[in-house]
């Protein structure tokens, strides 16, 4: 889905960091807050910036919801707000929502309400951190579920030189290996009969569960 709007529900560190990015990429963004004092800080850097409570469902609806091609819920420690977001994203036919939240029931309760895709910025941060001080081989890590994620994982050195027929990670792992980055080029979907080669990074795609597996063994 080509997305050229984005409505951002609250203007704290992650909202404000994401609307920032997602403006300098050349995407229309409307941050909506009820702190005057952060509106006015994130203003310069987006498209617009709404002072509105989406409690009051009198300010939502001036707000033109039915515009945007994906909503990001960034609110998290109010969960009321948060709902009420959700709900008046899904009914104005926003196609994609993103809904921060800082624990399980919260996700469950987010995707209850027609949440897409729930976010955990605290939690994958603190799992990249731990992995940069322990030096494991994880370089990215995206869930975008509650049991499945993404990983860049570095080749492990005994994988150099064979096909993935040959390493046959499926069976092994229960993982995909759905990319491969060499150097300055990205190989998407690579056939069976593709080499690893050494300093290779493999994107990998599979459930929590056997990613942490495979993890151990690179």
Known sequence: MK???VVVFGAGRFGSALAKELFI???EVMVIDNDEEKIQEISPYVTTAIIADVL???AIKELGLRNFDVAVIAIGSNLEASIVAAVESKEYEIPMIY???GTDMQARIL???GVDQVIYPEIELGERLARSISG???IEYIHFSEEYSIVEVNSPQNWAGKTLKALDVRNTFNINIIAIRRKD???VSPSALEKIEKGDNLIV???DQYLKKMEKHV
């Open 25 to 27: 990429e050349d995407i």
């Open 111 to 113: 995707k209850k309400v």
């Open 136 to 138: 494991k081989s994880i």
């Open 3 to 5: 997305v050229d709007s």
């Open 99 to 101: 809904a921060k939240a």
């Open 205 to 207: 795609i599979g459930e």
């Open 185 to 187: 080029r990205t190989i």
């Open 56 to 58: 009051d469902e009198g």
